[in-house]
């Protein structure tokens, strides 16, 4: 980077051979890691920064981040939130085998907010991912086996490579899907905006990376995530089914454009 550019957050990652650390200074935006063995979780800590700076500026930029997935059909965008183990990136990738859909991001992205609607942005070139992936959706077994994994089976793959012609920078938001995993719960439905508000509060905003947590930025992430679900429409499908008809559930959405 040019000396001349003076960076809004700096991350340090190191190793000592011990055991994992995270140390965070708040007001010079300093983020430390130690013995993390995973680029992809440096990455999430990185966009958790970020995302610190943007709550705290965003009267002037209106930009924030969101820990999900999304994918553009023809324009439109479809986000994709859940706790981890709901299946996420499964999701995501199983809209990917279909060539009408386009990739942005896999784990986090970026908004702007306006008064009449909501640009998304990918916030990286990169798709961390797990060799499990190839189990369900064997379309993609040619590209991801020649995707270098770690002793864990997670693996770092650049998404031009992965999905080639269909690499999108940038999406009109228009619906997000909630996941959930609860078999006393129907398999999809509609939700409205205080339904969604309490989903993302009682599952701790889908996002184990928040570098914060105090009551002035619940109060932030609420009032964002308030005037998202006022600008799009909010589903939550419950993924107790098999992954091809939780697809075929959300598939609808964009494709009714």
């Not at 960076?7 to 140390?23: C, E, M």
């Not at 439109?76 to 386009?102: E, S, V």
């Not at 269909?166 to 339904?195: G, N, Y």
């Not at 419950?238 to 009714?256: A, C, Q, V, W």
């Amino acid at each position: 980077m040019n000396e001349d550019i003076r960076p809004h957050a700096k991350i340090i990652s190191f190793n000592t051979g011990g055991d994992l650390k995270v140390l965070y200074e708040p007001v010079s935006r300093i983020c430390i890691i130690q013995n993390c063995d995973y680029y992809g979780w440096i990455k999430s800590i990185a966009l958790a920064v970020v995302s610190d700076f943007f709550e705290e500026y965003n009267s002037e930029n209106r930009r924030y981040s969101l820990h999900a997935s999304a994918v553009d059909f023809g324009g439109h965008a479809l986000g994709i939130i859940g706790p981890p183990g709901t299946g996420k990136t499964t999701l995501t990738y199983g809209l990917l085998t279909d060539n009408r859909f386009n990739y942005i991001s896999d784990d986090w992205f970026f908004t702007r907010l306006f008064d009449n609607d909501m640009v998304i942005y990918s916030s990286e070139k990169n798709s961390y991912i797990r060799d499990d992936i190839i189990g369900v959706w064997p379309e993609f077994s040619n590209n991801l086996n020649k995707v270098k994994l770690d002793n864990r089976q997670r693996g770092l793959a650049d998404v031009k490579n992965l999905f080639q012609g269909r690499v999108r920078e940038s999406s009109t938001l228009h619906s997000l899907v909630l996941l959930q995993r609860d078999f006393s719960e129907t398999p999809f439905k509609r939700l409205s905006i205080p339904e969604a508000l309490n989903y993302m509060e009682n599952n701790d905003f889908c996002n184990p990376h928040q570098l914060i947590r105090n009551r002035r930025k619940y109060n932030l992430r609420m009032d964002f995530l308030k005037s998202v679900f006022s600008k799009v429409d909010v589903y939550m499908l419950n993924t107790i089914e098999t992954p091809l008809k939780s697809l075929n559930r959300i598939i609808g959405l964009l494709t009714d454009y």
